[in-house]
């Protein structure tokens, strides 16, 4: 990593308040070169406190943008951080009216020109899509970085019409501690506590609207880009890592976009900025490449960008199991357009005789985190056992290799005799040793076969033919190795599973098939241009770690009880634990995520979090807290939700509120 200190523009920062039509002010903080003339102006859009919890990752990139010419701008959500105003849901049409009206508050600055760009990961990669589906006239462009165009069936809370055990609940929890932070009073000033209290009378756990709404309906709808992308009129730099759970929104992006306003890019990487270079790698020049998309979309200057190919991709050599790598070996490829000339759907049929798929309720244990962040043990360890626990289906690999770019497809021919229950797909690269790596996976809540918005319940006893599709890779089968489909009926935690599903199904393979969109593995023009930069950045912000209070625990450790039968999956989520700001701020974070399903009880399945979140200003003598603890359990009707929030300012409990919720099973 280059850490830059030498631009082509000298730079300021002030931090500012925005005001919106309601007279609610925005927090933001501004970065800007020293210059006369008006610049275009890059927006990041959060709820994630700038003041704190993002300012490391703020420093590495909206100084170095401010170098380059342009007036970058980091913007709490309305009742987040130190902004006014009251939390809502995710993406809800106040805050993405609230981002329209910054971004045309930010191009009738003095030193704004006109232009604006936005940008973002994951919450600010969602709303930059978003607000430029809402086309505000200066939002020229945007660089979306691991974000969905589909809000129901590529995020968080339900895959294949599944409802997601893992990171609904762990979302849910997560934000729940999330919201409940008080404003600093640095820099909200003396009103922080009443905008505190204020905000904590109108918090109300997610999890309760997500469970609310286990169809694709119109809470859905909105916000989900897929819905109208024409509606987009900004250029749009799609990017996205193999290792993220949303690296298909870059794939359907460059597929349903123009071709003369989207570009799209995906590396091994995991939920991350590309640059930062956390496992796995390679990093790249990131700040670099974007620099280009905004100097030719919002300057007006042909930086060469769009003469790129359409799709940029990495694909994987083989690689043996591990939780975390370094980097992975592999190389560029290039697209001219996307669905590819350059790919073929490849059937292969599957054989032998019907056979039982019976999976134990803890298949799923070693799936990895459903987020990876480039921790130790994020990955999906050797995939042996879950593999044992599937029916598995081989595909020798002989001649030369087998290079796959773009999403799998399965086609399975199924007898069940309950009404509800689910299929996971898992592609495989079994090495001759035995060892398996997961490649990709999917998965399809059977209900949801005829479509993500009906719950049609399976004919007991009939044989039906679904056809479902595997995330997204770019991946390379050697010669010697052999290609595995693994098929199961449960995934836990991953997936709820569904009352009666513990009997599994009966798979035919005739009329079975694995598709996988196979590369014709040459070299093509469009690749032998593919290059970046090294990584470089601006000074990182000077953040102190002070050695660890307690004893570090596991990031993931897995316990089985034999005699009750009982699997349990402890998880740390490792957000950040302890660091000292260089304005003062000690802030600190715990949270830890438990997952346990008994062998053979579908409906044993219990999710529980629990978070501590600290902050801390010696010398105002300042020091609150927010505990939270939220749990789901299950019947063969409802969803039960727990949630539990207690508040405190010095030892003065200041908030406490409990909420217990049965939601109806709908999605199963």
Request: proline share 9%.
């Amino acid at each position: 990593m280059r850490i830059r200190t030498d631009f082509p523009y000298e730079t300021t920062h002030d931090d500012i308040r925005v005001p919106l039509p309601d007279g609610t002010r925005l927090y933001a903080r501004v970065w800007r070169p020293v210059t006369d003339e008006p610049v275009p102006a890059l927006l990041e859009y959060l709820p994630y406190r700038l003041s704190d919890w993002t300012a490391p990752r703020d420093s590495q990139r909206h100084p170095w943008y401010a170098g380059h010419g342009y007036a970058s701008v980091r913007v709490d959500v309305r009742g987040h951080g130190n902004s006014e105003g009251l939390p809502g849901d995710e993406y809800d049409a106040t805050e993405l009216a609230d981002g329209v009206a910054v971004v045309e508050w930010l191009a009738a600055q003095p030193w704004c020109d006109g232009k604006v760009g936005m940008f973002g990961i994951s919450w600010g990669g969602f709303n930059s899509l978003q607000i430029a589906a809402l086309a505000p006239e200066p939002l020229k462009a945007v660089v979306t970085v691991c974000s969905a165009d589909d809000r129901y069936d590529n995020d968080v809370h339900y895959m294949g019409g599944s409802v997601l055990g893992v990171d609904m609940h762990a979302w849910a929890s997560t934000m729940l501690a999330f919201v409940c932070r008080p404003p600093d009073p640095r820099y909200a000033g003396e009103e922080w506590r009443q905008m505190w209290l204020r905000r904590l009378e109108a918090v109300d756990p997610f999890i309760h609207t997500w469970l609310s709404h286990q169809l694709r309906d119109a809470y859905w709808k909105h916000g989900s880009v897929c819905e109208d992308y024409s509606a987009i009129d900004a250029a749009v730099l799609a990017v996205g890592g193999w290792h993220d759970p949303y690296r298909d929104t870059v794939l359907r992006l460059v597929e349903h976009l123009p071709g003369d306003r989207v570009r799209g890019l995906i590396g091994p990487w995991s939920h991350q900025y590309p640059d930062r270079g956390l496992p796995p790698g390679p990093a790249i020049g990131f700040l670099q490449e974007t620099l280009r998309w905004w100097d030719q979309h919002l300057k007006g200057r042909d930086t060469g960008v769009m003469e790129e190919p359409l799709l940029r991709s990495w694909i994987s050599e083989s690689h043996r199991p591990a939780t975390v790598y370094p980097e992975l070996p592999g190389r560029w490829v290039g697209d001219p357009a996307w669905p590819s000339p350059y790919t073929a759907p490849t059937p292969h049929a599957l054989g032998g005789d019907p056979v039982v798929v019976r999976s134990p309720q803890h298949t799923g244990i070693d799936a990895g985190r459903f987020f990876p962040f480039g921790n130790d043990a994020d990955l999906p360890p050797d995939q042996r056992e879950e593999d044992a626990r599937s029916a598995c289906f081989e595909f020798p690999v002989s001649g030369g290799p087998v290079e796959i770019l773009g999403r799998p497809e399965v086609t399975l021919r199924l007898r069940m005799d309950v009404p509800y229950g689910q299929v996971v797909a898992r592609l495989c690269d079994v090495a001759p040793d035995g060892s398996s790596t997961l490649v990709t996976r999917g998965a399809l809540n059977l209900a949801a076969r005829e479509g993500r918005d009906r719950n049609v319940p399976w004919p007991p006893g009939a044989t039906e033919t679904v056809t479902f599709q595997l995330n997204g890779i770019g991946h390379s089968f050697p010669a010697g190795h052999r290609i595995r489909l693994a098929v199961s009926s449960a995934y836990w935690p991953w997936i709820w599973p569904q009352a009666g599903s513990e009997d599994g199904f009966v798979l035919e393979p005739a009329g079975s098939a694995l598709v996988l969109p196979v590369r014709d593995g040459g070299t093509h023009p469009e690749d032998a241009g593919i290059r970046f930069e090294p990584p470089e950045q601006s000074e990182p912000l000077r953040v102190a770690v002070p050695p660890a209070e307690r004893e570090e625990r596991p990031e993931r450790l897995v316990v089985r009880d034999v005699a009750k039968g009982e699997w349990r999956l402890e998880v740390d989520p490792r957000y950040g634990g302890t660091r000292v700001y260089p304005d003062g701020l000690e802030f600190t974070e715990d949270g830890l995520e438990t997952y346990t399903v008994r062998e053979g009880d579908p409906l044993s399945a219990r999710a529980g979090s629990q978070w501590t979140v600290r902050l801390r200003r010696p010398e105002r003598a300042w020091d609150v807290r927010v505990e939270t603890r939220s749990e789901i359990t299950c019947d063969a009707e409802d969803f039960v939700t727990s949630n539990e929030v207690v508040c405190r300012d010095g030892e003065e409990v200041v908030f406490r509120r409990s909420w217990d919720r049965r939601v109806p099973r709908v999605a199963r």
